[in-house]
């Protein structure tokens, strides 16, 4: 019994030794326990509508870069990062959310997205953590009435009232203020810039469209930048002759410009007394009305009462041939990057770009004709296709400790944005994450489904990205294009046919016909009120 009670008070002495290293072990090893929230501040940048092939980092023949390759050359570049839609809204809540859109029940813009208990938005994290948050957005369509807002302290979304966009410049007058006023804070900073996104028109172009009222000039106007634009004049008593002059330095053919708006705001006396005549250098389309204009567009206007004033309201844009498109799009991109300049400066003055990680991305990419409509025209713009050039975007991440240039060539995608930035600051994942830190040491190969909706779409469509096949499917006309991207990188030859299926091609087609079929089948109609829908149409979204 002796020896019982001397082995028993040997292994409660060995235990009470043995335990607090167990305890501690578990502290110091256990990656939940051990994990320590970074005091450093995080910036995200979206470039909107942003080519991966139009930042010289990734392509030196397409637009010069310096500022954006700049932070490469400190930084992680990452050269197959892949959108899941593109269309700028759902994309962006894709980011937020780390779930792809048919989840979030997010498929086009205007559509505000429904906040859920059970799947906050990571910025919640930070603001949790003691993180002042602000974001800075330069669309309409990113409005906190669409609840991206979630989890921000400061989300400054207002617009000039004749238009539903900002520039890169304008952007950084709203937030280098803020980031002045807080540089002492620890702070998470979006950054939203679109200028790449139509109109193309870099601000520091010339006015294209002078007006003339019986030959003298009464303004002088940007067509560009598609803005709606009210001037007033006086007329005098009998004939008025009111000319718009335009200069177009691209070669569009005959008709130079075209307006969606040309309001005269007739009162009931003034149409008792004036008589308008679009008399020379104009093609009016019915069902939209548009009228397409020439270098002149002369309108008459004769006035039979006393001499009065008048206020005309018009919108419109330039004509452009697709070479020009193509060179707007380039210079848009080469003047966001130099107002990126002027932002990485300032926090290189603030001090901040030493405790400062900075993730930039694009949201989508966009179409410079390389494809063709439907009416037979190179496609320009975004929304409709599932292409590479419409859905691969750049990803370059920097950290203020490890500046040093890196490439990574595994696949990611906007979903693993989130996780990976909460494991860069040391924010424990929320479980609805569905994409992956990119940094993990499971870089298992993955599928990559991809999606775009009616009615911003012509038709919806879904796409699997299985390297190194691309398969893209539309339900509605049952087709498919199957692209091989080692034979293929640029995806101009669609391989798929029916008749010689292989079995990888097989399984590919049917893995995308289930995804198509679940989503459909539990799509969900969200209106839209007139007021989103006016702007929509005015950023080019619905025609």
């Not at 959310?97 to 029940?105: A, T, V």
């Not at 989503?519 to 969900?524: L, N």
Request: proline share 6%.
């Amino acid at each position: 019994m002796r020896g019982f009670e001397v082995m028993f008070t040997r292994r409660l002495k060995q235990a009470r030794i043995f335990y607090p290293l167990v305890v501690i072990s578990v502290l110091i090893f256990h990656p939940c326990c051990s994990r320590k929230i970074s005091q450093d501040n995080f910036i995200l940048i979206t470039l909107d509508t942003q080519r991966e092939d139009h930042i010289s980092a990734y392509n030196p023949g397409r637009a010069s870069t310096p500022n954006i390759d700049g932070l490469a050359e400190q930084g992680i570049l990452f050269d197959n990062c892949y959108s899941l839609i593109p269309i700028t809204l759902p994309s962006h809540a894709s980011i937020f959310y780390s779930q792809p859109p048919h989840m979030i029940k997010n498929y086009n813009n205007g559509q505000p997205v429904h906040p859920k208990r059970k799947r906050p938005s990571f910025i919640n994290a930070f603001k949790k953590n003691g993180f002042i948050t602000a974001a800075f957005v330069s669309l309409g369509v990113l409005k906190s009435n669409f609840n991206l807002n979630e989890g921000f302290d400061t989300y400054v979304d207002s617009f000039p009232s004749q238009r539903w966009y900002l520039t890169a410049e304008e952007v950084n007058e709203k937030a280098i203020p803020w980031l002045e006023s807080n540089q002492n804070n620890k702070f998470f900073l979006w950054l939203h810039y679109s200028d790449p996104h139509d109109p193309y028109s870099p601000p520091d172009h010339l006015p294209d469209c002078t007006l003339y009222l019986n030959e003298e000039v009464i303004g002088k106007f940007n067509l560009g930048q598609y803005e709606k634009h009210e001037i007033t004049f006086d007329l005098k008593e009998g004939h008025n002759e009111f000319t718009f002059h335009v200069e177009n330095s691209f070669d569009p053919g005959p008709f130079k410009a075209r307006l969606d708006i040309l309001d005269f705001n007739l009162t009931p006396e003034m149409n008792k007394v004036l008589n308008i005549n679009l008399f020379w250098g104009w093609f009016i389309r019915q069902d939209p009305r548009v009228y397409f204009m020439k270098e002149h567009g002369i309108i008459h206007i004769d006035n039979s009462g006393e001499p009065c004033s008048m206020t005309l309201t018009f919108r419109g844009k330039l004509n452009l041939p697709l070479e020009g498109v193509q060179s707007l799009y380039r210079q848009e991109v080469e003047y966001m990057d130099k107002e990126l300049g002027r932002l990485f400066q300032k926090l290189k003055e603030l001090g901040l770009m030493e405790k400062t990680h900075i993730l930039l991305v694009g949201d989508h990419g966009e179409g410079l004709g390389e494809y063709i409509n439907p009416l037979g025209d190179p496609h320009i713009g975004h929304i409709h296709y599932l292409e590479n050039i419409y859905m691969k975007v750049p990803l370059i991440i920097y950290n203020p400790h490890k500046k040093k240039a890196e490439r990574f060539s595994q696949s990611v995608t906007l979903i693993d944005l989130a996780p990976t930035i909460f494991q860069i600051m040391g924010l424990k994942k929320f479980s609805h994450f569905k994409g992956r830190d990119i940094f993990s040491r499971k870089k298992k190969s993955r599928d990559i489904f991809q999606e775009t909706y009616a009615p911003e779409a012509i038709r919806d469509r879904f796409a699997l990205l299985r390297y190194p096949h691309h398969l893209i499917f539309c339900p509605a006309e049952n087709q498919y294009t199957l692209y091989h991207l080692e034979n293929d990188p640029y995806e101009k030859q669609n391989i798929f046919s029916t008749e010689s299926l292989s079995p990888e091609i097989a399984k590919l087609k049917n893995d995308l016909d289930d995804f198509a079929r679940n989503v459909i089948k539990s799509k969900e109609e969200i209106k839209i009120d007139k007021e989103t829908e006016d702007m929509l149409r005015s950023l080019g979204y619905i025609k």
